[in-house]
């Protein structure tokens, strides 16, 4: 069974840090890209980050950029994403999704339950 949980959201306030994990299982980790979507409320689903786990390259939105990392631990089969210097704004739940092409530009197949994220002013 493919499958991917997150854990790590949370309430936190602006200004803190949170760590998010995308757990993965049922298919080969290496062959996938692994991006993060969250989508606030009223609003679109956006990605706003991903990583390759063939090559390692990774993507960001200038939203998150210099705030946001995200790194893979392959032998965990886990993505991380760590989250500094949270804004209200970045209020939303938080889901990760896998791309069979390991390439952060093409279709997102596999997706998490989410985790919320809240970040108090």
């Known amino acids: 069974e493919v499958q991917l949980v997150e854990s790590g959201g949370g309430l936190v306030q602006a200004g803190g840090s949170l760590r998010l994990s995308c757990a993965a299982s049922?298919?080969?980790?290496?062959?996938?890209?692994i991006g993060w979507f969250r989508q606030a409320p009223g609003k679109e689903r956006e990605v706003f980050s991903c990583?390759?786990?063939?090559?390692?390259?990774?993507y960001y939105s200038d939203s998150v950029k210099g705030r946001f990392t995200i790194s893979s631990d392959n032998a965990k089969n886990t993505v991380y994403l760590q989250m500094n210097s949270l804004k209200p704004e970045d209020t939303a739940i938080y889901y990760c999704?896998?791309?069979?092409?390991?390439?952060?530009?093409?279709?997102?197949?596999?997706w998490g339950q989410g985790t919320q994220v809240t970040v108090s002013s």
């Open positions: 049922g298919f080969t980790f290496e062959d996938y890209a």
């Open positions: 990583i390759s786990l063939s090559d390692g390259s990774t």
């Open positions: 999704a896998g791309e069979p092409m390991s390439s952060c530009a093409e279709e997102y197949v596999y």
